[in-house]
T-cell receptor
């Protein structure tokens, strides 16, 4: 069975600082990987996805993620965080049947 | 393009009562999903529809939960009777259909259920 672990429940960064959110997955075949963001009271918005090819994936709002097969990781990064990035971030793995399994989420707080 | 619509946004009920949630997916999206998101956790898939047929409902507690998508468009999720542990946000998502590139899931804002 597939699974996703997001080791950091909460992260606080200063505005303008760089950000890295960790995601580790377990899946028997080639994974399809996603990062979603959820603002309070809102649904999930897709930030970026990895299906195949280039292991560095660019997304919306200046986010990027790198797929590392050897480490079973798909970490999300942003070079300079803005206050509006404060939200909860979810990593997910999809299987061939298009079923998504989500991690527990990381809540990002941004200090002014 | 209109997004996934869900109603109501909030619902408060007492245990053992029944409740229903409604979802209208993005126009043209054949696949519809219901997720349960308990506070502090990631969403968990309850049921997936392809048009009006069920693809997967293995994690749906069928003794109390039911869902339908009779005309292959909008869908209803029902809980009867509700338990305290059903307190959660119920998210609906839709995608164009099967196939990797078509299966980007778009989420509604959810219905927050509180069972007292």
């Amino acid at each position: 069975a597939q699974s996703v672990t997001q080791p950091d429940i909460h992260i606080t960064v200063s505005e303008g600082a760089s950000l890295e959110l960790r995601c580790n997955y377990s899946y028997g075949a080639t994974p399809y990987l996603f990062w979603y963001v959820q603002s309070p009271g809102q649904g999930l918005q897709l930030l970026l996805k990895y299906f195949s090819g280039d292991t560095l994936v660019q997304g919306i709002k200046g986010f990027e993620a790198e797929f590392k097969r050897s480490q079973s990781s798909f970490n999300l990064r942003k070079p300079s965080v803005h206050w509006s990035d404060a939200a909860e971030y979810f990593c997910a793995v999809g299987d061939a049947g298009n079923m998504l399994t989500f991690g527990g989420g990381t809540r990002l707080m941004v200090k002014p | 393009e209109a997004g996934v619509a869900q109603s109501p946004r909030y619902k408060i009920i007492e245990k053992r009562q029944s409740v229903a949630f409604w979802c209208n997916p993005i126009s043209g999206h054949a696949t519809l999903y219901w997720y349960q998101q308990i506070l502090g956790q990631g969403p968990k898939l309850l049921i997936q529809f392809q048009n009006n047929g069920v693809v997967d409902d293995s994690q749906l507690p069928k003794d109390r939960f039911s869902a339908e998508r009779l005309k292959g468009v909008d869908s209803t999720l029902k809980i009867q009777p509700a338990k305290l542990e059903d307190s959660a946000v119920y998210l609906c998502a839709s995608s164009l259909g099967p196939g990797l590139l078509k299966n980007i899931q778009y989420f509604g804002a959810g219905t927050r259920l509180s069972v007292l």
